[in-house]
């Protein structure tokens, strides 16, 4: 037999341990359940048949997801798809029954699953496949089957991989050729928890542990094959004299699998812990503590500018003769008559602004939901179907601010602001994600949008959110405004010529720094999540990190808007939204960091989606963050309105935001 010297991948390498997964240490438990509702799980009993379902082949390093019968897999009598939810299909799941069926707790040993003869065809996809990593995923009871995988950076932990490697590549000793090996053989185990009538149980855990076995027998018999690479007797299978299974042209491949059933002492509503088990927490406890010392320096810095501008106006203002007033009209108090002038591209800043509030209400309900435990690892697809319908039912708040804004700033054309905001970020947005999907579609990848879904989701942002973006447009419009508390002069002051650090592209791309700042660290882990395919549930920390960020937004957009206003720039309205919004920016060249540093993406059409999507999660970014998280209006204009009370002498003197 000939010896690997070498293997480049080789599956024990993700370790083949037996000991069951350790879970203390989780102190927040998520509330897991069926759909999410806190349903008890099945209760199974001894003998009850158990399907293992299979999903997706999945890549980190292409990101294009396939089915599973892709390759030359073992197939049932019949391929049954599993119903899908849109957020299942968004995600490129596709999940079908398959022939790994056994029954609960009775174990089986080297079960013959079927024999298959590689062609050129699918000799080259396994081959593929291989060289991009390509991971199996199978489903049972709702649980994905994970591999046992132990670090030993400081402290040694265990925790779960999710999915199996297809195979491995190797290199005999030699030889300078690559040789490629397919994971022929599954041994699961099933761990479950007994119920209180000791009869019955609910399954908690689904392992498996994937060889390579160059399978032999001395005559094949289709009812009752028999292998001699499985002893019967000993319940082992020989792999110190079997040579791995070799992917090649015309190779014949036996695919085998064992099934073991454990026992554990973990409750069924605490078997997602092991899925989600971490030791990042000390890297959210300093993204908080981080995000808390820019909002305390952004917050000391407003009361200081509160309390020497109001403290010294009113002082000036109530101790002033009236000859002497002109003399005194310094700095921004000389801009009173065009603070509230309108700014160029109402209706695109409205519309910006109005999608804004339906990007943060969408985003907010979401997290609410998720902190409740509607939303959760273990309803599959739930926060993206959420997501969806959050957004085309938020529609009727875009249309409701985007209006009353528009009619603030003197707009009088309501149905094209409302038009404006129902296809601004939706329309640019399906453009880039339908030239990604054409590209998804070339490459024969279960992640291509299906036309049926395609056409579900026009349905619903006709059927829902246009007529939802329309109503809240009119009775936006239709509502009377805050009156400004001066009026506009005709003619338009000349703006005097501003130092360096004020001018607006300095000014702009400064002020998205720190909203960036404050969620950098936790973007990372979101990143994470997203593109190396680990599950991301620490809710509290991303809601938390969330709040920061839209407290951080507001007030880096009053600081801006104040120092703008006292160099006698009076065109605000613009800069504020930007301010913030340029965080987007920095939230992009992050993503091109963490492309060039942390994955291994090398297929140009695996670029193109990584980068397509980051610039449509930017884009919002842009649209939330540039109206300052809904404070921009709200809080600049009572800013502004502040201080022309005090120079105009108005007694009323606070915030008229309306």
Known sequence: MKTLYSLRRFYPVETLFNETLALAGRDQKPPVSLGGLGMPGLSIYPGDPLQVKVNKLSSTKTQLPYDYYYLNYCKPEQIQNIVENIGEVLRGDHIENSIYTFHMREELLCKVGCRIKLDAKSAKRFKEMIDDEYRVNMILDNLPVAVLWQTHFGSQLTFYLHGFRVGFTGIYAGS??????????????????????????????????????????????????????????????????????????DNEVVFTYDVTFKESDIKWASRWDAYLLTNDDPLHWFSIMNSLIIILFLSWMLAMIMMRTLYKDISNYNQLDPQDESEELTSWKVIHGDVFRPPANVGLLCAHVGTGVQIFGMTLTTMILALLGFLSPSNRGSVTTAMVLLWVFMGFFAGLFSARLYKTLKGTEWKKNALETLIMFPGTSFAVFFVLNAFIWAENSTGAMPFGIMFALVCLWVGFSVPLVFVGSYLGFKKPVCEDPVKTNKIPRQVPEQPWYIKPVFSILIGGTLPFGVAFIELFFVLTSIWLNQFYYIVGFLFVAFVTLTITCAEVTIVSCYFQLCNEDYKWWWRAYLTAGSSALYLFLYSVFYFVTKLEITKLVSGLLYFGYMLIASRPTTVEDGCGKVFHVSHCRGKVSLRTTVVTGDNNIGFRSC
Request: one cysteine or more.
């Open 176 to 249: 300078s050729d690559t040789k490629y090996f397919i994971n022929d053989h599954l041994s699961f185990r099933v761990i479950y928890h007994k119920n209180l009538d000791n009869s019955s149980a609910r399954i908690i855990g689904f392992e498996v542990t994937p060889s390579s076995i160059n399978h032999e027998y001395k005559e094949w018999d289709e009812k009752n094959p028999q292998l001699t690479t499985c002893n019967q007797n000993s319940k082992n299978i020989f792999l110190g004299s079997s040579e791995p299974q070799m992917v090649d042209k």
